[in-house]
């Protein structure tokens, strides 16, 4: 990955929300992910993931807890990845599909 992750358009946009929303009941993408749901799609560990937000290269939006990261961000980090490895443009309904698989299939092995 480039500069280990490339720098975000508009880093600053969305910084000021204060909460990140919770899992939606009818399981589609979240609004906010977690580190460890970022890492699933970079393929970094969630501590990558929370060092690459502190530099500005992922935006991200700091709770108590930790971090959550935007819809938008993960659906361009996706986007960044799926077209590096597979030459593949996808639309953001594809890319999202694609999220909600890998964290499906990720939650459902650590339980």
Excluded at 39 to 67: C, K, M
């Amino acid at each position: 990955m480039a500069s280990r992750l490339r720098r975000a358009h508009g880093a600053d946009e969305g910084l000021s929300r204060q909460k990140a929303r919770s899992r939606r009941v009818d399981g589609a993408m979240d609004e906010d992910l977690s580190t460890e749901q970022v890492s699933w799609i970079v393929e970094r560990s969630p501590g990558t993931v929370r060092d690459v937000i502190r530099e500005g290269e992922i935006e991200g939006i700091r709770i108590p807890a930790g971090f959550r990261i935007p819809k938008a961000e993960a659906i361009r980090l996706a986007r960044d990845r799926i077209e590096a490895e597979a030459g593949r443009k996808l639309s953001d309904r594809q890319i999202e599909r694609v999220i909600d698989t890998l964290i499906e299939t990720n939650d459902q092995q650590r339980t």
